[in-house]
């Protein structure tokens, strides 16, 4: 497949979110404003990014069976790596993003394509699949972030333009079940009309 | 008086599924009959209990004194992992038809952020062993109510007219969102 | 794709090597990090001290003394303007939060005034404990928070109980554990300011 569709597959047509539903856990976990979505779609960019093109230096090296612990043991590498550096660096967002960076390790979206795509394929094919399929999860973290933030605070990465509250909810667990649930059912919805 | 308070907290209150939103790919996955749920739910509330014992342990004893506590994320998967593996071999020999059900689902219980999540927080809760097991235990008893009460619920829709765009994982998701509000009604409990 | 054999040294091996090479690279990212880390804590700190003392021009870090209390430590910064002492800033803490260990900031004035308290570190329950965070419990009509009750009172006028206990506390409402626990860590700061506040 030539490297452009293999960038955009993970926008649209194989989104981790919207199509594979993989990765739910930061992608409700997070999303209650966009700044967070976005930050925590980056960071999990970062890592499968690097554990992609690591997985696929290394792939040859690996006897079989014991491919799977060898992966995940790359992929928290990279996750601790960003926990650390964050914490250094951006405080404030790694407070706000706490218990779910660490959990980046067990994002199926990592996992999931160090597997079926970096363990098979060769260094720069991997590597952009890695910054496709991250991004693209960045891009759907990054719009139900927006969204709930819209309705649940009446703000956009923090520029309020209402004033007050807007529909709790949406900030609270029950909106983010409610908001994906139903940013789903509009992809479907796209999709249909245009197939 | 302190462990009821735990656990009120962690199947209730601040349930692990509907409220901390962790373990919700074998929520969605496993939960459209209710007899998988139970297979599910057994397998973690036996592999979160054992995994919690053990990166109690571990953090305790080992990361801490050494100074090497930035390596907890690695080493509570690499403690998890190999439980689910152990899992998966004495399940086969005990129970093969349960191994049959869970299938694929029963590996995936490695990547399930509900177990990490759940060592994790009982570290951040700075709990003692005892009460690390119970946190642990609670919250199992927590994912396998939310997953049960789920199933139960998808097992009624499957036989009920939904709309196309939203049959399958988008319903799934606005009825989670409402058991969601239902469990919110626990939150002045305490 | 040629993959090595599974053989179990080969297994053993692979496991070792990729555990020690992962192990020595995050060693290094953890001692290049650890200064920026403790940097932004300080930072942290600093800004809390600031919020709940009046102006001060010292820096209040280099005149910080520990008190071991209750199994922990609690600790006073003093604030002065032009060699005046203005207040004294108690890094406080209760055990007893909802979900574990709180910590809070204490302005105290000379006089032992509550002049303003913030909330450091928590992980009690959004939407009910959380409001003992001042952003978070703000009422624009008022202009008010919830631990804004606290501020301008003394202690040894303003019992720091909730009122089910018999105190002058308005508790959170539905989260009297969490209140409880903070009037706990308040407690605290204010016997630590008695035994050493006096500069």
């Known amino acids: 497949m030539n490297q452009w569709k293999n960038f955009s597959k993970g926008f649209i047509r194989e989104n981790a979110v919207f199509v594979l539903f993989l990765g739910l856990c930061p992608t409700l976990g997070v999303t209650s404003t966009a700044i967070n979505g976005l930050g925590m779609g980056l960071a999990t960019t970062f890592v499968l990014f690097m554990s992609n093109i690591v997985v696929s230096l290394i792939k040859s090296l690996i006897p079989n069976k014991v491919r799977i612990p060898t992966y995940i043991v790359v992929i928290a590498s990279f996750v601790t790596i960003v926990e650390l550096t964050m914490q250094a660096y951006l405080p404030t967002l790694f407070e706000q993003l706490g218990l779910f960076i660490p959990l980046i390790v067990v994002n199926c979206v990592i996992l999931g394509r160090a597997e079926a795509f970096a363990s098979k394929n060769n260094l720069l094919t991997s590597a952009i699949d890695g910054l496709g399929m991250g991004l693209g999860f960045a891009f759907a973290l990054t719009l139900l972030g927006a969204v709930r933030e819209i309705l649940g605070s009446g703000s956009l990465f923090g520029l309020k333009f209402i004033a007050g509250d807007g529909i709790l909810l949406f900030i609270l667990p029950p909106g983010a079940f409610l908001a994906l649930g139903y940013l789903i059912v509009i992809m479907n919805k796209i999709k249909e009309k245009t197939t | ?190 | 794709m040629a993959k090595k054999e599974s053989t179990l040294l080969n297994m053993v091996l692979t496991l070792l090597v990729v555990t020690a090479v992962a192990s020595t690279a995050l060693g290094f990212v953890y001692e290049f990090t650890k200064g920026p880390i403790a940097a932004a804590r300080e930072a942290k700190r600093i800004s809390a001290i600031e919020q709940v003392l009046p102006e001060f021009d010292n820096n209040p870090g280099s005149e910080v003394k520990a008190l071991a209390m209750d199994g922990d430590s609690v600790y006073l910064y003093t604030g002065r303007k032009d060699g005046e002492w203005v207040g004294t800033a108690v890094q406080t803490f209760s055990k007893q939060g909802f979900s574990g260990y709180i910590w809070l900031m204490v302005g105290f004035l000379p006089d032992g005034t509550i002049h303003n308290i913030v909330v450091l570190e928590h992980k009690e329950t959004p939407g009910l404990g959380d409001k003992m965070e001042q952003e978070k419990s703000f009422d624009k009509k008022t202009g008010k928070s919830w631990s804004s009750q606290f501020f301008g009172k003394h202690p040894d006028n303003f019992q720091l109980m909730v009122t089910k206990d018999g105190g002058d506390v308005d508790a959170i409402t539905a989260s009297t554990i969490s209140s409880r626990a903070y009037c706990d860590a308040v407690n605290r700061a204010y016997q630590a300011f008695k035994e050493g506040g006096n500069q």
């Open chain 2, 1 to 190: 008086m302190e462990y009821v308070i735990i656990i009120i907290s962690a199947v209730f209150v601040n349930n692990i599924v509907l409220t901390r939103f962790l373990g919700i790919c074998p929520f969605i996955g496993v939960s459209s009959r209710v007899s998988t749920a139970l297979g599910m739910s057994g397998a973690v509330a036996f592999v979160m209990t054992i995994a919690t014992l053990v990166t109690y342990l571990l953090q305790v004893y080992i990361l801490n004194p050494f100074g090497i506590a930035f390596m907890q994320t690695i080493t509570f998967i690499l403690v998890i992992a190999s439980l689910v593996q152990l899992v998966e071999i004495i399940l086969k020999k005990v129970s093969p038809p349960l191994y049959q059900a869970l299938g694929i689902f029963l590996p995936l219980i490695t990547t399930n952020c509900a177990i990490l999540g759940v060592a994790i927080l009982a570290q951040q809760n700075e709990y003692n062993l005892l009460e690390s097991v119970v946190f642990g235990i609670a919250n199992a008893i927590g994912f396998g109510l939310a997953l049960i009460l789920f199933s139960g619920i998808r097992e009624h829709l499957s036989m009920v007219n939904v709309p196309k765009a939203m049959q399958g994982v988008p319903i799934a998701f606005i009825v989670a969102g409402l058991l969601a509000m239902a469990f919110m009604g626990f939150a002045g409990i305490v």
